[in-house]
């Protein structure tokens, strides 16, 4: 699979499955250090009937490549050790990463006070007091609004457009629609309510003071700890000397490979149609065996 941060959970939560022993390709490019490749429609509503032409071939490609980069990647990551006992530390390194993603436990969301501390990114976004503030009332807003509309709260608002929102703190209708980079019906629907939550939250902004020193203080220890690995890599580059540069041809090398098979994606359109499926078709588990719908 590829990016199963939210897969593993959704698999979970409408379907039973427990995946087991995956390969994350995504996990992979992180530990080869690729370069990222946007996803076209990744955030598209695929809840569209009929789906276009275009996200039929989108949804078929997205896994009909993995097999191969997966053992272009496996290829590398064995070759990529810069530990001569451990020559498959990157490859484990990446089962491991795959291994997190797998142990995460669909718990069923009930709002709280609290509830806002569990949005995914919120800890990476470094936000002050007001900005807290504002994360809190939208969490409470948008859960309100799931339920009456019986739809997710991550459609009515998603985790990312609420902590840029808390970010730019929009206090007018057209400063918020100027935020938005693509459709949100139910924020649109609601500029002047978001606007008024804003505004009351950013009032009540010295109540989260004490939330937002914690959260700063785990931010700065957690980059510190961040760049400690990152400078431990690089030590661990220099001391491979002379296989360094035989390594940076075959990294060029790999990528080149990996971008061509997503090139190759982007003009492919006569694949097999009985390989229509979305990532999700795959399903590794059940011993390490993929099963195919």
């Known amino acids: 699979m590829h990016g199963a941060d939210r897969d593993v959970i959704w698999l979970q939560r409408d379907f039973g499955i427990y995946v087991c022993n995956m390969f994350d390709t995504g996990q992979a490019s992180k530990v080869l250090k690729l370069e990222r490749n946007s996803l076209e429609y990744q955030n598209a509503d695929w809840r569209l009937r009929p789906l276009t032409g275009e ?65 995914y990114g919120l800890y990476d976004a470094d936000l002050n007091s007001q900005q807290l503030a504002i994360v809190a009332g939208l969490c409470e807003w948008r859960d309100v609004i799931a339920r009456s509309e019986d739809e997710s709260t991550g459609y009515i608002l998603p985790n990312k457009v609420l902590i840029e929102i808390a970010k730019q703190m929009p206090v007018t209708t057209g400063k918020l629609r100027h935020l938005l980079k693509s459709r949100h019906p139910y924020i649109e629907r609601n500029l002047g309510s978001i606007v008024g939550i804003i505004k009351h939250s950013m009032q009540n902004g010295a109540a989260f003071e004490p939330v937002a020193k914690k959260l700063k203080e785990e931010h700065i220890e957690m980059m510190a700890a961040r760049n400690a690995k990152n400078a431990n890599g690089e030590e661990a580059t220099e001391v491979t000397g002379d296989g360094s540069i035989s390594n940076v041809a075959e990294d060029e090398t790999v990528k080149k490979e990996v971008g061509n098979v997503i090139a190759g994606a982007n003009q492919n359109h006569d694949l097999d149609g009985s390989s229509v499926c979305h990532s999700l078709a795959f399903f590794p588990f059940l011993g390490g065996k993929m099963l195919f719908l």
Do not use: F, G, W
Request: charged share 25%; aromatic share 12%; net charge negative.
């Open 55 to 119: 996200m039929l071939r989108y949804a078929r490609e997205d896994t009909h490549y993995l097999l191969y980069m997966y053992d272009l990647m496996k290829r590398k990551l064995l070759s990529s050790s810069t530990d001569p006992n451990c020559p498959e530390a990157s490859l484990v390194e990446v089962y491991q990463r795959s291994y997190d993603l797998c142990m995460q436990l669909y718990q069923k969301e009930i709002l709280t006070e609290n509830s806002y501390l569990n949005i």
